[in-house]
């Protein structure tokens, strides 16, 4: 069946522009999750969302990211007057229930640069 | 401090040589712990998860100590097709929190 799925798979744009990165979680998941990895490091986690419980958004960096998710499918991550800092991969991930034990499966990703 | 530390490597082996990651985490009440492998310019794949008791999959052998906090990966009879990044995964809550990775090179 399809994976998680991310687009755009790569992004420039330009300091201060907004930018929406959008995720297609694997069909049935209730969990979903937002990552950012930057060159070199970790991944960061930025927001979980689980059903329709209010997301856990204790890992957004700045007032400027947002994210949502429509109708418990489709997410969309939101910077905005984005940063030279903001440049990192984007990943979205999801599992089936949201459990510690869940395997959580990856997007590819989307790219951003920010000039 | 970081809440997970890995050695970032890099680890260079020939094949068929066996390697050690260790990683260790800072959160005591931190519940479930995996091992991720991201090939380069990828998104990162479950390798296998880590269990109290430790766990064994064909070559990979994933083992956690709960007082010292750290977990290890062991990779026997390394393959070319090794060659990745190994990311050391420690969840508390649904608050995955992922260390830098160890780069292994498997060389011919």
């Known amino acids: 069946g399809a994976g998680v799925s991310q687009s755009p798979s790569n992004k420039v744009t330009e300091k201060g522009k907004d930018v929406e990165l959008r995720c297609d979680p694997i069909?049935?998941?209730?969990?979903l999750y937002w990552y950012r990895q930057s060159l070199g490091q970790g991944l960061e986690f930025l927001i979980y969302?689980?059903?329709?419980?209010?997301?856990?958004k204790s890992g957004l960096p700045s007032d400027r990211f947002s994210a949502e998710r429509t109708g418990g499918s489709v997410s969309t991550l939101t910077i905005q007057r984005t940063q030279q800092e903001d440049s990192a991969v984007y990943l979205c991930?999801?599992?089936?229930?949201?459990?510690?034990?869940?395997?959580?499966?990856f997007g590819p990703g989307t790219r951003l640069t920010v000039l | 401090r970081k809440e997970v530390e890995q050695d970032p490597g890099p680890f260079n082996v020939p094949e068929g040589a066996t390697v050690a990651f260790n990683c260790t985490y800072s959160?005591?009440?931190?519940?479930?712990f995996f091992w991720y492998r991201q090939d380069c310019r990828k998104e990162p794949k479950l390798l296998m998860s880590?269990?109290?008791s430790g766990n064994e999959d064909g070559r990979f052998t994933a083992q956690l100590n709960r007082a010292s906090q750290y977990i290890s990966l062991l990779i026997r009879d390394s393959k070319l097709s090794d060659s990745a990044t190994y990311l050391c995964v420690v969840n508390e809550n649904n608050d995955m929190r992922f260390g830098a990775g160890t780069r292994l090179t498997v060389k011919p």
């Open positions: 880590v269990y109290s």
């Open positions: 991930a999801s599992s089936f229930a949201g459990a510690l034990t869940d395997t959580q499966y």
């Open positions: 969302f689980q059903g329709n419980s209010a997301p856990d």
């Open positions: 069909s049935g998941h209730t969990a």
């Open positions: 959160n005591s009440a931190s519940q479930s």
